[in-house]
């Protein structure tokens, strides 16, 4: 059984950065994909940036050039560094983890979340 908790959220002003932590504990499998999901009010889950055990990374479109995602093998913990926010940014954000070495298909493991606002 694997637990992943974030943090880091909270409000920031337009323009401002904010990085999110996600700590794992527990046995995941040698192939895995960490990812980091948001979720604004009245629309669906979308992933927003996920990062292989293989070291490939995928970002939403709309984040690209402003976010980053990275690890700390010896902390078993994946952030996500948000620069350049913006007020459409705002949304609960999710850490989760899928067994595999993709971010196709079901993911495995999720956090509680962490709520980003982020104000014009």
């Known amino acids: 059984q694997v637990q992943l908790v974030e943090s880091g959220g909270g409000l920031v002003q337009a323009g401002g950065s904010l990085r999110l932590s996600c700590a794992a504990s527990g046995r995941t499998s040698s192939s895995y994909t960490m990812g980091w999901f948001r979720q604004a009010p009245g629309k669906e889950r979308e992933l927003v940036a996920g990062?292989?055990?293989?070291?490939?990374?995928y970002y939403k479109n709309s984040v690209k050039g402003r976010f980053t995602i990275s690890r700390d093998n010896a902390k078993n913990t994946v952030y996500l560094q948000m620069n350049s926010l913006k007020p459409e940014d705002t949304a609960v954000y999710y850490c989760?983890?899928?067994?595999?070495?993709?971010?196709?298909?079901?993911?495995?493991?999720w956090g509680q979340g962490t709520q980003v606002t982020v104000s014009s």
């Open positions: 990062l292989t055990s293989g070291g490939s990374t």
């Open positions: 989760a983890l899928k067994n595999s070495d993709s971010w196709i298909g079901q993911w495995n493991y």
